[in-house]
């Protein structure tokens, strides 16, 4: 039972990052066309994801903390750089917009 929770989780935080970096993606997309409402919308949008997506590693770390110890397989670890990822990738998507900004003014 306990393996399906995790499993879910870390399908969770695969989701959640692949959500995010697509959503940082189509704001890059819009500014480059200049709209940037849907821009800044989808940046948000990438929040929201990254936010669910922390509250679920945050869930985990506390597990881990009360003595609760997750084995780590191939899977978290795709789960962890699949975050890394997107984390880093939205960083840059909101760099992209305002640059996009900038040009256009």
Known sequence: MEEDKNLQTIMGLIMSGGNAKGSAFEAIKAAKSGDFNLAESKLKESDKFLTEAHNSQTDM?????????????????????????????????????DLYKKLAN
């Open 61 to 97: 770390l506390t597990q881990e903390a009360n003595g609760n110890h997750t084995e780590v397989t191939l899977l978290m670890v795709h789960a962890q750089d699949h975050m890394m990822n997107a984390i880093t990738f939205r960083d840059l998507a909101g760099e992209l917009v």
